[in-house]
C-alpha cells in the first residue's frame, strides 16, 4: 500500500488513529439503528474494540514520538466514514462499508507490520492486522442474515422460525 | 459427523445445547483467569455469544417439539469441557481447548444445516456455523498473543513496548 511509504512513520501512525475513530463512530451510528438486541450488542463490541486499537495505536505513538504532538489528519483510511455520507445509509449499506473498511485496515496493518523493524511493533501490527480480519468474519456472518431476513435486525428480539421468514433469492 | 444421523433430531438438539451450556462455562471460568481487561471483555462477549445461541436452539427445540421435555444429555459435544478438567488447565490450556471445540461446534452445525429440510432451521444452523467459525478466529488472533507474550494477559492492561517482551521462538 503507497500511503505507508510515502509517508512518515508519524504520519501514518496519525492516518491509523484518525481511521479507528471513524469506524467507532460508525458502528455507534450503526448499533443505534438496530432493535435486534443480541446484534446491537455485537456491533457495540466492534465499537469497543476500534476504541481499544486507537489506544494501543496512540500508545505505540508516544512511545515511538515522545513529547510530539499527535496531529490527526481530516481524512483516515475510510474517507466516506463520516457522519455526512453514513446519516442517510441503510443498516445493509452501513454493514457493506464496515465491511469494506475492516478488509482496507487488515490490509493497512499486515503491510504496517512487514515494514516495522521494531519486534513489539510488528507483532502489535499484526495483531491489529488479524483482529480486523475477525471483525470483517463477524460481519459477514451477520450481514448474510441481514440481507436475507431484514425482520432480524429490525425486530427488538430475534425468534427463530418466527422472524425469520426468508426473502432472499 | 455420525452424531448427526444416529440420534433422533431432539437428541441432537440436546447435544447442541448442552455444548453451548459447557463452552459458556469455559468461557466464564477462562475471563475470571486473564487479568488483562480487554482480553477478558472478548472473552465475556464470546461467553454472552454461546448463551445467545443456547437461548436460539431452545427456541428452535419447543418449536420443533412442541409439548416435549428437553432433556440434556450428561456430555455434549466436548466432554472435556467440564470443571473436573479444566479447573486446573492454564490459560493458554484453555484457549486451545475452547479453539478445538469451536472448530467442532462449526462442523457440526455446517453437517446439521446440510441436512435440515426447513428453509429456516438451515440458515438459522448455517448462522451458527458462520459465528463458532468467528469465534475459532478471533480465538487464534488472541492465542498467539498469549503465547508469545505471557506478560499480555497477566498483565491489568495491555501496554505496547513495555508488556511486549517477546519470548516466543
Do not use: C, W
Not at 475513530?21 to 443480541?38: E, G, T
Request: aromatic share 8%; proline share 4%; charged share 30%.
Amino acid at each position: 500500500m503507497s500511503i505507508a511509504t510515502d509517508l512518515s512513520a508519524s504520519e501514518v501512525l496519525g492516518i491509523a488513529i484518525k481511521s479507528e475513530i471513524d469506524a467507532a463512530a460508525v458502528y455507534d451510528h450503526l448499533a443505534k439503528k438496530i432493535r435486534n438486541r443480541a446484534l446491537s450488542e455485537k456491533i457495540i463490541f466492534l465499537r469497543k474494540e476500534e476504541e481499544q486499537h486507537r489506544r494501543l495505536l496512540e500508545e505505540m505513538f508516544t512511545r515511538n514520538f515522545p513529547g510530539v504532538e499527535l496531529l490527526l489528519p481530516e481524512k483516515g483510511l475510510h474517507p466516506e466514514m463520516n457522519m455526512e455520507v453514513t446519516r442517510n445509509m441503510t443498516v445493509p449499506e452501513l454493514f457493506e462499508l464496515a465491511m469494506e473498511a475492516e478488509e482496507t485496515s487488515r490490509d493497512f496493518y499486515a503491510d504496517l507490520a512487514e515494514k516495522s523493524k521494531d519486534e513489539s511493533g510488528r507483532a502489535t501490527l499484526r495483531y491489529l492486522s488479524n483482529m480486523e480480519s475477525g471483525h470483517y468474519y463477524l460481519l459477514k456472518t451477520e450481514y448474510e442474515m441481514v440481507t436475507q431476513f431484514p425482520g432480524y435486525y429490525e425486530a427488538d428480539d430475534f425468534h427463530v422460525g418466527m422472524d425469520l421468514i426468508h426473502v432472499g433469492p
